[in-house]
């Protein structure tokens, strides 16, 4: 299991939330619209993430994970 250890910290667990709520995301993105609009939206909320974020203290991996996303997205909807 996680060894006692709070699961905020049990990377597993939060790479299999990270892979459900991408499920999650997916599965509405299909009933609601296209490829093409999913991924225009898509970029425009994580450019718009990105714009919030750079006047904050926030560190690089996180901003490195937003950009990763953004790779996910337009590999998926390419």
Known sequence: MNNGKPLN????YLNGRVDA????????AGETMNKE???SAGNARLESLERTLLNTTVS??????IAHTREWLNNLTG
């Open 21 to 28: 709520l991408s499920a999650l995301l997916l599965a509405v």
């Open 37 to 39: 609009h999913f991924r």
């Open 60 to 65: 690089e991996s996180h901003l490195q994970a």
């Open 9 to 12: 910290e049990d990377m597993q």
